[in-house]
């Protein structure tokens, strides 16, 4: 199994970013996936999460991320709007033990292997 994220950078405010996870190994539509960040000094936190017949977002991002996949390349998207700097940090792409329920999907330990993580900075 391997995940791997791509697509952070440097935007100002308010432009968009693409983020991709690229998966091997397994079949999406047996696992969710989710996407997490971490900024600087604080806690993993979830972002958004998709497995078949859900998608869960954070309340910070909200109206502004989209999460997507296309199980015939095996890839996850993360398509984020209308950025603010407090979107700074580096992004993770997981996938977890299973198909997880809202309840769930936020806590890391539900998450077996991981990618390497993209950095993305929005200055003001």
């Known amino acids: 199994v391997q995940l791997q994220a791509s697509g952070g950078g440097l935007v100002q405010a308010g432009e968009s970013l693409r983020l991709s996870c690229a998966a091997s190994?397994?079949?999406?539509?047996?696992?969710?996936i989710g996407w997490f960040r971490q900024a600087p000094g604080k806690e993993r936190e979830g972002v958004s999460y998709?497995?078949?017949?859900?998608?869960f977002y954070a309340d910070s991002v909200k109206g502004r991320f989209t999460i997507s996949r296309d199980n015939a390349k095996n890839m996850v998207y993360l398509q984020m709007n209308s950025l603010k700097p407090e979107d700074t940090a580096v992004y993770y792409c997981?996938?977890?033990?299973?198909?997880?329920?809202?309840?769930?999907?936020?806590?890391?330990?539900?998450?077996?292997?991981w990618g390497q993580g993209t950095l993305v900075t929005v200055s003001s």
């Open positions: 998709i497995n078949v017949g859900r998608k």
């Open positions: 997981a996938r977890a033990y299973g198909r997880l329920l809202s309840s769930l999907w936020r806590a890391p330990p539900n998450y077996a292997y």
């Open positions: 190994g397994f079949a999406l539509d047996d696992y969710g």
